[in-house]
């Protein structure tokens, strides 16, 4: 029998599967977060990207790998709130229909302005936004979504502009950074807790990280091409992430645990 993997379908962990090889021993599942996260507990893949905030309302069953996420520290450029009237006048808010964490994080971030806002769960993008005040976007569909608003590419990637025509990008992990001075872990790759994930596996995982991370500039231009994304924009937005569980991030990811009231297991694999 094949161990199956859940992959993301997003250009964001691109760097973690460029170069990771499918087999017989080892099959990949596709999926966006709440698809994978189900996918998980049910039982249909072995060892899979989960949204941290799934994974730790449901810590009683599943464990993470003790090197692998999907995190960052300031901006994210993919988990963007889209909106046409300023942040403290929200009232009604569209959710993308993708994500566990990146909904908890905005709702938070939200209240901890002390905001009452509407949320609807529904999918689609900008246009949206004809019905509700925001839209919350992640993954490809943000990414393609923000570099359609550019008028041209930055000069530098300090000039990213977070308001173009009548609509403004909130970023969230920028938000969550202003708020902690912490980095935000956006998802951790889990097994279920009585199913170790095997060494080889996971040898495999990070060897493919490790050539992916050393050969950004392919991986970004297969990516730019893909989603049609200018490549030095997809280059520093795969650049800027954080895939590998490191100590500051698994403090971001106790400070979200907090936030939203859960527990923080701080239990992972040894492998
Ligand atoms: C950074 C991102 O994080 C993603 C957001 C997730 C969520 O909100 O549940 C889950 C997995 C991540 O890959 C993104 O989608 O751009």
């Known amino acids: 029998m094949s161990y199956v993997l859940g992959v993301p379908r997003y250009a964001n962990t691109s760097p973690l599967y460029h170069f990771l090889q499918e087999s017989e021993e080892?099959?990949?599942?596709?999926?966006?977060?709440?698809?994978?996260?189900?996918?998980?507990?049910?039982g249909s893949v072995d060892l899979s990207l989960v949204s941290s905030y799934f994974y730790?309302?449901?810590a009683d069953r599943l464990r993470p790998l003790?090197?692998?996420?999907?995190?960052?520290?300031?901006?994210?450029?993919s988990v963007n709130l889209f909106h046409k009237?300023?942040?403290?006048?929200?009232?009604?808010?569209?959710?993308?229909?993708?994500?566990?964490?990146?909904?908890?994080?905005?709702?938070y971030l939200l209240e901890a302005d002390g905001l009452r806002v509407e949320y609807t769960s529904e999918a689609g993008g900008l246009e949206l936004l004809e019905r509700y005040d925001g839209v919350l976007l992640i993954g490809d569909r943000a990414i393609q979504t923000y570099a359609g608003l550019l008028?041209?590419?930055?000069?530098?990637?300090?000039?990213?502009?977070?308001?173009?025509?009548?609509?403004?990008?909130?970023?969230?992990?920028?938000?969550?950074?202003?708020?902690?001075?912490?980095?935000?872990?956006?998802?951790?790759?889990?097994?279920?807790?009585?199913e170790p994930p095997p060494p080889a596996v996971v040898r495999k995982l990070r060897a493919a990280r490790q050539k992916g991370l050393g050969n950004l500039?392919?991986?970004s231009l297969a990516e730019a091409r893909r989603l049609g994304v200018p490549q030095p924009l997809m280059?520093?937005?795969?650049?800027?992430f954080r895939y590998q569980l490191e100590a500051p991030d698994r403090l971001g990811l106790q400070a979200?645990?907090?936030?939203?009231?859960?527990a923080y297991p701080d239990d992972y694999w040894d492998v």
């Not at 008028?151 to 502009?161: F, G, I, K, T």
């Not at 280059?235 to 800027?240: A, E, P, S, T, V």
């Not at 979200?256 to 859960?262: C, D, Q, S, T």
């Open 217 to 219: 500039e392919t991986v």
């Open 85 to 107: 009237v300023p942040w403290d006048r929200l009232k009604r808010v569209a959710l993308t229909t993708e994500s566990a964490t990146s909904v908890r994080l905005l709702r």
């Open 235 to 240: 280059q520093h937005y795969l650049w800027n």
């Open 66 to 77: 003790p090197d692998f996420s999907v995190a960052d520290l300031g901006p994210v450029y």
């Open 256 to 262: 979200f645990a907090e936030a939203v009231g859960l």
């Open 26 to 42: 080892l099959q990949f599942r596709y999926g966006v977060p709440t698809e994978l996260n189900q996918w998980l507990l049910e």
């Open 151 to 194: 008028p041209a590419l930055p000069e530098s990637v300090h000039q990213v502009p977070w308001q173009v025509g009548g609509v403004q990008v909130t970023d969230l992990s920028m938000k969550w950074y202003e708020r902690t001075r912490l980095p935000f872990v956006f998802a951790v790759w889990a097994t279920r807790k009585d």
């Open 56 to 58: 730790l309302a449901n």
